[in-house]
Structure formats: structure tokens, C-alpha cells
């Protein structure tokens, strides 16, 4: 009799209980998308660790990246693998623009016959074993072999995806500055497959205290910062429900320590309501009657990426914003992705720690996640001087002078 465990996926991304056999995970999977949406091929890592969660690594690493660079660990949905997620999610195509490394975890029929990482297993949950041990190891790798950043590391996943992105990040909030939980679930809400269900459909109502206790208690002692935590979900998920991005709100502000009350509350496009916490210690991304899925907006827009497909949505590119919240988009001019620019030329979204004196270009959005300015319902202000900016989003770009350290007005 097959482990029941390996039933959970067909839930998770089917939304209905549908037995499969082991075997069956093998053909390709639905999730998977055209490979051309990506901009370049994986490659498969193998000999990255002792690899206690039996994992498979793919990396997609632009040529030429500086010293120090990014890196991104972007976990699948189940029944998808790293190739669909490449493909889909956007992610390789920001990497191409601003110059960072995607780690791809990719989950196995012989773990979970539907391929969903096994968030709800406590054997593959805690610091040092299993999968979360496998992908922390994935990182550390990557961070070697290609002179990556030490301290510019983030993580993020879709459904069952989105509860391993919850536990790395509190299992390894050293490895870690911050992620995204895409259509997930909190840090712990489920020990067994039975309590996964019912977190799912109905997850319990904690508190913020509690919740931030089983995160804690993840990595027990740990006293440094708190990852920055995006939490995107769709209104009209029936799958994972919603009620689950109030608790994951929950439990992050709680780590973060900061108050459940929002301090912002912005309207973007495809009827998403981003709601600020802590001033973006953790946002929450609302998006009107969508189901469960990663949002993505294909195009060659500016504020497009991805690939459409099953539990790819095409509302909104949730992969740029988290980049841009990420701080991973103000380094480099996306039009030119081999050159840092100068932050004075039009459209450079700027250097993110300009010399006194420095003009910076770029969108009220980028230059709030910079620091550069606040916002305050749903307007943007020059930090120092409090000059008006306008709205704040992505779309009104505007020219800052820090004209003494710290103080910014508008301008050149």
C-alpha cells in the first residue's frame, strides 16, 4: 500500500482527492510550460551536498556575473518541476536583466508521487534534515561555485512550493534575507498529510505570538534579522485558501516584529491590492478573483515576465515585484543587463547607494524599497525633504538628489 503522503499533490494543485500511482507522475507534467518562455537552459548540479532530502539542483546562471551577485532558489508547484517553473515563472528572464543566479530544487515521484515538496513532514522541515537541508545546501553551493553573495539570498515557491519557501525561511533565516510564499501555507501549520488538508481548506486561527513561536522555533536561538517575507494570493483560490495569507501575515509580522496594522495600502494593476507591513518588513499581495497559481503577465513590457500556462495566471508579474522588493531591480539598467549604466541616464533605476550629490532616475517604487523615499496612503515622499513624488507604483518615475547623506529631494 502506497504511503498515503504521496496522495497530497493531486489536492494541492487539482482540487479534488485523485489517487496516482508513482509511475504515472512520470510523464510530462501539466504545470509544464514551452521551454522558449525561458531565456536560456538549466543545467543539472549534481555532488552539491550531502543531499539528505533526495533533491534534484538546477541552476540557471547568466554569464559574466559580478563577484557577489544575487541569488534567487525558486521552488516548483506540485505536479511542475524546475523546467516548467524556469520557464514560466519569470524568473529567468529578471535574472537575464539585473544579474542574479536562480536555484531550481526540483521535487521527485520517489518523494511524493505528485511531486509537491513535502512541506507538512516534520523529517523534512527541521534545520539539518531533509528537503530544507537539501535546498540550504543547494545555495551554499551555488554561493561557491559561483562567487555568489553571502548576504543576497532569497527564496521563494508556489503551493506546496510556497509552505517549503515558509519553512526554509524558518529553518534558515541565516541563509536567507528574505523570500516570497506564493498561494501558501505557514511555517508549521501542518506535522502530518491530515493536518495539511485541513490547513489547506480551513487553516487554524492562531495567533501572531503563536505563530511567530513555531517559526522561532525553527531555528532555535537564532538572534539575527528577520527575512523580508512577500506573501501573494489569489481571492478565488479554492485550493489553498486565502485564509492561509492572513496567518502567513501572521506569523512573519510576528518574527519581524511588527504590528499586524498596515502601514500602506496600494492598488495595482489586474486588480491586486498590495498591503504594507512593518513599512515592508512583509507585504501582502490580494489579487482579485484569481485561483491558485503563480501570477504572471506575458509580454515584452517593462512590468512583464512569464509564461501562461496551468497554475501560470496571467494577471500580474508577481516575479518582478518580488524582485523589485527584493531590492534585486535597482542595481542595473533593464534595458542593458551587461551594464551597471550610470545612475544619472534616464530610465536607470539608479544606484542603490548613490555618492551625495548623485541624480538617481527611477520609479517612486524603487526608490522607496531603496530608501531613497517613503510612502504614505498610497503617495510617495523624498526622504529628508518630504517633497511630493506622486503615486506610488511602478509606473511614475522621478529624478532624486541626495544633496547631503541621507537627505533626498526632488529633482536634479
Same mark, same amino acid.
Given at each position: 500500500m502506497r504511503?498515503? *503522503?504521496l496522495?497530497l499533490g493531486?489536492?494541492l494543485?487539482?482540487?479534488?482527492?485523485?489517487?496516482t500511482s508513482?509511475?504515472?507522475?512520470?510523464? =510530462?507534467?501539466?504545470?509544464a510550460?514551452?521551454? %522558449?518562455?525561458?531565456t536560456g537552459?538549466?543545467?543539472?548540479?549534481? @555532488?552539491?551536498?550531502s543531499?539528505?532530502?533526495n533533491? $534534484?539542483?538546477?541552476e540557471?546562471v547568466p554569464?559574466?556575473? #559580478?563577484?557577489?551577485?544575487?541569488?534567487v532558489?525558486?521552488?516548483? /508547484?506540485?505536479?511542475?518541476?524546475?523546467?516548467?517553473? +524556469?520557464?514560466g515563472?519569470?524568473?529567468?528572464q529578471?535574472a537575464?536583466?539585473?544579474?542574479?543566479?536562480?536555484?531550481?530544487p526540483?521535487q521527485?515521484?520517489?518523494?511524493?508521487? &505528485?511531486?509537491?515538496?513535502n512541506?507538512?513532514?516534520?523529517?523534512?522541515?527541521?534545520r539539518?534534515q531533509?528537503?530544507? =537541508?537539501?535546498?540550504?545546501q543547494m545555495?551554499?553551493?551555488a *554561493?561557491?561555485? +559561483?562567487?555568489?553573495?553571502?548576504d543576497n539570498?532569497?527564496?521563494?515557491?508556489?503551493?506546496?512550493? @510556497? !509552505?517549503?519557501?515558509?519553512?526554509?525561511?524558518a529553518t534558515y533565516p541565516?541563509?536567507? =534575507?528574505? !523570500?516570497?510564499v506564493?498561494? @501558501?501555507?505557514?511555517?508549521?501549520?501542518a506535522?502530518?498529510?491530515?493536518?495539511a488538508f /485541513?490547513?489547506?481548506?480551513?487553516?487554524?486561527?492562531?495567533?501572531?505570538q503563536?505563530?511567530?513561536?513555531?517559526? *522561532?522555533a525553527?531555528?532555535?536561538?537564532?538572534?539575527?534579522?528577520?527575512?523580508?517575507?512577500?506573501?501573494?494570493?489569489?481571492? =478565488?483560490?479554492s485550493?489553498?485558501?486565502p $485564509?492561509?495569507?492572513?496567518e502567513?501575515?501572521?506569523?512573519?509580522?510576528?518574527?519581524?516584529?511588527?504590528?499586524t496594522?498596515?502601514t500602506?495600502t496600494? &492598488?495595482? #494593476?489586474?486588480?491586486t491590492?498590495r498591503?504594507s507591513?512593518?513599512?515592508?518588513?512583509?507585504? *501582502?499581495?490580494?489579487?482579485?478573483g484569481?485561483? +491558485?497559481?503563480t501570477?504572471?503577465?506575458?509580454g515584452t513590457? #517593462?512590468?512583464?515576465? !512569464?509564461?501562461? /500556462?496551468?497554475?501560470?495566471?496571467d494577471t500580474?508579474c508577481? $516575479?518582478r515585484?518580488? %524582485?523589485?522588493?527584493?531590492?534585486?531591480?535597482?542595481?542595473?539598467?533593464?534595458?542593458d543587463p551587461?551594464?551597471p /549604466?550610470?545612475?544619472?541616464?534616464?530610465?536607470?533605476?539608479?544606484?542603490?547607494?548613490?555618492?551625495p550629490?548623485?541624480?538617481?532616475?527611477?520609479?517612486?517604487?524603487? +526608490?522607496?524599497t531603496?530608501g531613497?523615499a517613503?510612502? &504614505? @496612503?498610497g503617495?510617495?515622499y $523624498?526622504?529628508?525633504?518630504?517633497?511630493a513624488?506622486?503615486?506610488?507604483?511602478?509606473?511614475?518615475?522621478?529624478?532624486?538628489?541626495?544633496?547631503?547623506?541621507?537627505y533626498?529631494?526632488l529633482?536634479?
Amino acid at each position: 500500500m502506497r504511503p498515503l *503522503r504521496l496522495v497530497l499533490g493531486s489536492v494541492l494543485l487539482g482540487g479534488a482527492l485523485v489517487v496516482t500511482s508513482a509511475s504515472a507522475s512520470s510523464s =510530462a507534467p501539466p504545470g509544464a510550460v514551452s521551454a %522558449a518562455a525561458a531565456t536560456g537552459s538549466l543545467t543539472q548540479v549534481t @555532488g552539491f551536498g550531502s543531499n539528505p532530502g533526495n533533491l $534534484a539542483m538546477y541552476e540557471y546562471v547568466p554569464a559574466d556575473l #559580478p563577484a557577489g551577485a544575487p541569488t534567487v532558489v525558486a521552488l516548483h /508547484g506540485c505536479t511542475q518541476s524546475a523546467q516548467a517553473y +524556469h520557464s514560466g515563472s519569470g524568473w529567468s528572464q529578471l535574472a537575464d536583466e539585473y544579474g542574479f543566479a536562480v536555484v531550481y530544487p526540483q521535487q521527485s515521484s520517489g518523494n511524493n508521487s &505528485s511531486s509537491c515538496f513535502n512541506f507538512f513532514e516534520k523529517g523534512d522541515t527541521t534545520r539539518g534534515q531533509g528537503e530544507v =537541508a537539501s535546498i540550504a545546501q543547494m545555495l551554499q553551493h551555488a *554561493r561557491s561555485a +559561483h562567487d555568489l553573495g553571502s548576504d543576497n539570498s532569497f527564496v521563494t515557491g508556489l503551493s506546496a512550493g @510556497g !509552505g517549503m519557501t515558509a519553512a526554509v525561511l524558518a529553518t534558515y533565516p541565516d541563509l536567507f =534575507a528574505g !523570500g516570497s510564499v506564493v498561494a @501558501g501555507l505557514p511555517y508549521h501549520c501542518a506535522t502530518s498529510m491530515v493536518d495539511a488538508f /485541513g490547513c489547506m481548506n480551513n487553516p487554524p486561527n492562531k495567533t501572531p505570538q503563536q505563530w511567530g513561536d513555531l517559526a *522561532r522555533a525553527g531555528h532555535p536561538g537564532y538572534t539575527g534579522p528577520a527575512p523580508r517575507v512577500a506573501i501573494w494570493h489569489g481571492t =478565488a483560490d479554492s485550493t489553498v485558501v486565502p $485564509a492561509n495569507a492572513t496567518e502567513l501575515v501572521d506569523q512573519f509580522t510576528d518574527l519581524a516584529g511588527v504590528s499586524t496594522t498596515p502601514t500602506g495600502t496600494t &492598488s495595482l #494593476p489586474a486588480g491586486t491590492t498590495r498591503t504594507s507591513f512593518g513599512d515592508d518588513a512583509v507585504v *501582502r499581495y490580494s489579487v482579485q478573483g484569481m485561483g +491558485h497559481g503563480t501570477p504572471v503577465d506575458p509580454g515584452t513590457g #517593462p512590468e512583464q515576465c !512569464g509564461q501562461a /500556462g496551468a497554475y501560470m495566471l496571467d494577471t500580474i508579474c508577481s $516575479a518582478r515585484h518580488d %524582485a523589485a522588493f527584493f531590492g534585486l531591480t535597482d542595481a542595473v539598467d533593464p534595458g542593458d543587463p551587461t551594464d551597471p /549604466g550610470d545612475p544619472g541616464d534616464p530610465g536607470d533605476p539608479g544606484d542603490p547607494e548613490p555618492e551625495p550629490g548623485e541624480c538617481v532616475t527611477a520609479s517612486n517604487y524603487a +526608490h522607496t524599497t531603496a530608501g531613497r523615499a517613503y510612502q &504614505s @496612503g498610497g503617495m510617495t515622499y $523624498a526622504t529628508g525633504s518630504g517633497d511630493a513624488l506622486g503615486l506610488w507604483n511602478m509606473y511614475v518615475t522621478t529624478e532624486l538628489e541626495e544633496t547631503s547623506p541621507g537627505y533626498w529631494e526632488l529633482g536634479c
